[in-house]
C-alpha cells in the first residue's frame, strides 16, 4: 500500500452514552481518534463479494491498523458519516485494516 494514497482524514467515533437530570439516557457520538486513510467506492467486482455481508456497502476505505477498532465504532468524513460493516487486517500483518462501509443518509 503506497501511503501516498491515505490522503483523507477520517475520525473514527464512538459511541457514548450519559445521563439526563431526569433520568434519560442519551445517546451521542464522540471522536475517539483521526487518521488518514483512503475512502472510495465500492466497484463493481468488489461489490459483487461485499453482497455477501449486506446489500447496502457502498464505500471501502483502507487505514493504517487500529488495534481497538471494532464495528461497533463510525467514521466521520466531512459532513458525512459511515458505519463500519466488516473490518478485515490486510494480508494479517497488522499493518492496514480494509473498511467496508454503509453510509448512512
Request: charged fraction near 25%; glycine fraction near 4%; aromatic fraction near 10%.
Amino acid at each position: 500500500m503506497n501511503t501516498g494514497r491515505l490522503r483523507h482524514r477520517l475520525a473514527l467515533q464512538v459511541e457514548t452514552q450519559s445521563q439526563g437530570a431526569t433520568g434519560e439516557v442519551a445517546s451521542s457520538y464522540a471522536t475517539d481518534t483521526t487518521v488518514w486513510g483512503a475512502l472510495s467506492p465500492v466497484s463493481g467486482r468488489e461489490m459483487e463479494q461485499a453482497r455477501q455481508i449486506s446489500e447496502e456497502i457502498t464505500y471501502k476505505a483502507v487505514i493504517r491498523y487500529y488495534s481497538s477498532l471494532t464495528t461497533e465504532y463510525r467514521i466521520l468524513y466531512d459532513s458525512r458519516v459511515f458505519e463500519i460493516a466488516n473490518i478485515q487486517n490486510f494480508n494479517e500483518r497488522n499493518i492496514y485494516q480494509i473498511l467496508l462501509l454503509k453510509e448512512v443518509k
